[in-house]
């Protein structure tokens, strides 16, 4: 069972709402409303052990995955959810050793999650035209350590994308369909083209873009998510649900003259 | 740009709903009711490349993806679909390295993202009850040349696992709540448990079953996906939709004495 | 306890899928592919009773309501379902007494539920500019016993309405947009417009025209109908499902100079 | 035109969130956050009419609808969308000169509904177990001058209902599983069965107690409301929305010795 060192990251979970990615140090305290804990008391214990705080509320050090990062990245940049992340990431078909590009980077939460995937010899070329983003975005993907598959890139796409042949592009950014002449240009044949766009008027200028070039298997969904209650004669669909995030509009780049987008 | 090889699959693509999974084989023809294309015409050519029938109609040779090889599994045994696979391989966080205990292999759709996403240095444990659908599952895995990352395992699950300090666990069976205590005994402190069930019956057993152990971080969610149609003054969502495919049950195994799901 | 008369409508009921809405007449058989029945067997006999085929099949006779001669208006011409009928009549707020305007007529499955809702002292005027259509809804809302409450009108109301002081104009039909001023010149004040549209470009149309004119309370809603499975073991949403019908936008009309749309 | 006279209700709007349901009454002042309007200068003017604040913020004076008044019944009982309402009304298929029974009362929301659905010659009997609702809903049926058509009842219909060969019963209460069999002895033939629950296992052993019983045409279905922000370049489904507020069960009573439900 792999233990917890000096230096690691832990989600200290307390409950579904109260949860702290925290990073361990000898000597070095964490201080919640439930008291504080002595994180160094977690040196050498496996992962997924209590930790009792001095107020005697217990909680419990998880290994902090994809998700939880993602979680605790700066929400006011944030729109994507792991809802859509992990559609995202299963149509983008990225696995280890692909070469990547995203627009706009944000606060680093899909770059994590993409970085995560393409380990150990893969690579994510992230851009982002706002330089304080870049700060936050540049801070998380350091913190879990994923910062060797990710080379952070301040640059306005709409204007062109460096890269070539990569096996798929990523767009989470206010006008998608200013890239998808670019995106093209920067696919290997067959790779995949993958946008998130909240409104549905930035759905139809994507994918008029999209239709005027080389691309097949052109798609756009939406998805749902409900959280369930489950509790005895207390099941049921929660209360308070998200009703939307964005659409996700998917598509592979083929090699030819003419448009053909099907 | 990537080449096809002799040997190597290509993904046929005629339009959304005519695509082909074959493998390419100097001389080998394929016959579609749109003619038949000359397979061994691919070979030296990049991915994307077009491919032209003897009826004059154009195909796209696609590289194949995680998803392309999940939809083209066997449908008789498979429920899960990509907007389910996609959230449950977020859940579970694994990556690289990892090692995933699967039940049951079904038709191997999931086993093949869950090998694909511990690639180059992880594995899967697939359990598989009923001998027949392993066959299946093998060639599927084989087919995807991922069977290096694979385990598949003819057992009943019900009665035990084998494998021990495991990241994840995942179960789509019938009676998940018989594997909860055998799950959390397999688990690695903070490792991830999750149920995927078209029943709320068997949602409803299944969390009581994590309750009464060492879990955190307990959750039970549905996806619902809208394919949207875009097309200028068209613009809505499909008539047709999937109404329900299934639940999804997500857990964390801590350590300690007792029970305490929150 | 009433009882079923000679020239009665029942709704022969044999299952869920298999309803069958024929008049009662003495002598007259009715033939299933679950043999026949003698409908006048029935005259005298309460609603609710069952009749026993000449193979031995029980149905039951029940009273048509307003949603029964709803699904069994023409379907090709029908596009309302009962979940956006029974919130667009809440929203139009219509009953007894209120005169309202409808285009277009289409089968006449709407017309039904506002005669209904109207009846015994108001009116529907529902306009249609197919012919054709109009025989079909004619003998439809005849049928229902409902024509004295119905002026159908052959004519294109994107040219005007001849109605004023109208309590409610309910639209559904290609071009809602071109009706919204005659709409609102028909409508009393505070009166309730609504339209019903497949596509986002109809609705952003309408609503343009909307904001352009002295209306208040703006809203586009879509409804979504999930049919549950309730049985021991199997519980959960069907797998089927009608993924979209249309978007519903309603309004009222305030009096004054300038728009004020809110 | 119709005019709004001394003692009539009105709609002050200002905007989506912010209306008043008022009585006008010569000098009579309502104070509003936007300054205070004088209700008198209503009186003689039409439905629809502008009534300009102290303050110069301009309200509108519409007609109370059915679904106004329904928002406007105490919201700490009311656990009754119009999403909701709007279908069973249309399933319960009341309408003129029905009699209906109903429980529990609630905050009379659906009582108001429903009266205003039977009215000018129907009746709705309404049973409450707490006296403390009756209050509540006696004001709000009086306000909405529907009294005449609503029998307020204080008893648990647990234990029986009162009245038979009733077209219709509703219910909206913690245990309707408990009231099936006495629904079935106060319903005609061919009467309709109606209950809204939060819960599955309310739903599972309301279903269970039906499937014992002669009716036929068991559904349960839920309604899913999503409000679309229609505006350039920012439409799309709101991000705020109503998880879930209940599922729908109904029924129809057949005549005949065994259960059946089909």
Redesign the interface.
């Known amino acids: ?2 233990t917890i060192g000096e230096g690691d990251d832990v989600l200290l ?4 709402k109260r949860t702290y990615l925290v990073r361990v140090e000898a000597g070095k305290q964490f201080h919640t409303h439930k008291g504080y804990v002595e994180l160094g008391d977690l040196i050498g214990k ?5 930790l009792v705080s001095s107020l005697a509320v ?1 909680f ?4 902090p ?3 939880d990062r993602i979680l605790k990245t700066d929400r006011r940049t944030q729109i994507l959810y ?2 859509d ?7 983008l ?1 990225v ?2 050793g692909n070469r990547v590009v995203e627009a706009g980077t944000g606060s680093g939460a899909l770059t994590i ?1 993409l970085a ?2 393409v ?2 010899d893969g690579m994510v070329y992230s851009y982002e035209i706002n330089p304080s983003f870049q700060n936050v975005a540049s801070g998380n993907v350091e913190r879990a350590g994923l910062m060797q598959y990710v080379e952070l890139k301040e640059g306005d796409v709409t204007t062109g994308i460096d890269e070539e ?1 990569v096996d798929a592009v990523v767009l989470d950014m206010a006008t998608p369909w200013k890239v998808v002449d670019h995106a093209h240009a920067a696919l ?5 083209f993958v946008s998130f766009s ?7 200028k994507t ?2 873009a999209i239709k005027g070039l080389p691309f ?2 052109v ?10 209650t ?18 996700i ?1 998917t598509a ?5 003259l003419t448009n ?1 987008a ?1």
Chains 1, 2, 3, 4 share one sequence.
């Open positions: 069972m792999e979970y307390l409950d579904k496996p992962y997924g052990s209590p217990r419990h050090a998880l290994k995955l994809v998700r792991e809802k992340i992990g559609y995202l990431m299963l149509q078909g696995g280890s999650a995560d995937a380990r150990p042949d290997t044949g067959g790779g995949v909240p409104t549905i008027e930035q759905v139809m994918v008029s097949v298997d798609e756009t969904v939406e998805l749902i998510l409900r959280k369930i489950v509790a005895e004669n207390k099941t049921r669909p929660q209360t308070q649900m998200l009703g939307h995030s964005g659409y509009t592979r780049k083929v090699l030819g053909l099907l």
